[in-house]
Structure formats: structure tokens, C-alpha cells
């Protein structure tokens, strides 16, 4: 009797020692669950490759970038801020019939649930207007990006001549 109780104890010793350990292995990596809880989350948008055109005080600029939407839903940019210009707002460039290009403030921009969005020259992009000091190659400064759902967004931007060159690899095929 004495060696199937000795039996016994030492099975269920193991038993639990063993599940121990898978938990602390869990609660180190994460588990399943809460790695896509967090990639949704945290992780659900994205703002990457954010730049400027340099440009002299008093005059005006753009700020672009890319957005990744990784959520299952839909969110929306509605406005920026930044201490770069007198006035910060969301715009697009459009085609006249007759061909010309032209500019227009817009109240807000959808980013699709699963999709990549680009701010870039000659579509939606980021009016500087009036800027208060010059923006010179290789600064970096800082704008903040207001969403509906994910709230404020800070974003730094560099300044540089023409768009990186990982943003324009991204963007083939857009």
C-alpha cells in the first residue's frame, strides 16, 4: 500500500511541476490569446516613414507618411497639430478637367480596416502653411495625428528633398 501511495504522490508531483513550468514558459513568451489581444491594441495602427519638404519661414511645406491599419475596423484621421505652421490641415490634390492640379482642405480621411494608406505628393498630404522657421534638410520635428478610434498618434517627421526611398518601394502597385 505504502508503494502505490509513494506511486501516486510522486505521479501527481510531477504532473504539477510539469504544468508549472508550461505556465511560467506562457506567462515569458505570452500565450496565443494575448499576443493577437496586443497585436490588436497596440499594434492595430501604425504611422511609418514620416518626412517633410524643406522649405524657408514664412512659406509653405507638407508633411507625408504612410498608414498601416492592421485592426479589423476602420479608423479615421480628422486633424493635426504641430508647431511647425500658423495653420496644420489635412489635404488633397485633385485633377481639373482642363488638366491643372489643385489643392483642397478635407474634414477627415478613412483608413480601411487591413490596408496601408499613403500621404505622399500629389494626393493626401499635410498642409504647412506659413511656417515658423526654416525646415532644413535632416531636422527632424514632431506633428501629432488625431484618429477616432485610436486617439492621438505623435509622429516624427525628417526633413528631406524627396520621398524615402523605403516609402516609394512600398508604395508600387499603389
Known amino acids: 500500500m505504502k508503494k502505490y501511495f509513494s506511486i501516486v504522490l510522486l505521479g501527481t508531483v510531477v504532473f504539477f ?61 480628422y486633424s493635426v497639430k504641430s508647431d511647425l505652421a500658423a495653420v496644420v490641415e489635412v489635404h488633397e490634390s485633385y485633377q481639373n478637367p482642363d488638366g491643372t492640379m489643385g489643392m483642397r482642405q478635407v474634414n477627415f480621411v478613412e483608413i480601411v480596416s487591413k490596408s496601408r494608406f499613403f500621404f505622399k505628393p500629389k494626393s493626401f498630404h499635410i498642409m504647412l502653411i506659413i511656417l515658423n522657421h526654416d525646415l532644413k534638410q535632416d531636422e527632424t520635428y514632431e506633428a501629432s495625428l488625431f484618429f477616432k478610434r485610436k486617439g492621438e498618434v505623435k509622429i516624427k517627421a525628417i526633413v528631406k528633398d524627396r520621398m524615402p526611398s523605403q516609402m516609394k518601394e512600398g508604395m508600387k502597385g499603389h
Do not use: H, M, Y
Open 17 to 77: 511541476c510539469g504544468c508549472q513550468k508550461e505556465q511560467n514558459e506562457n506567462q515569458k513568451k505570452g500565450t496565443p490569446e494575448e499576443k493577437i489581444e496586443t497585436a490588436i491594441t497596440i499594434d492595430s495602427l501604425a504611422v511609418v516613414d514620416a518626412w517633410i519638404r524643406p522649405a524657408a519661414k514664412g512659406s509653405n511645406s507638407a508633411l507625408f507618411f504612410e498608414i498601416i491599419n492592421g485592426a479589423d475596423f476602420p479608423d479615421t484621421i
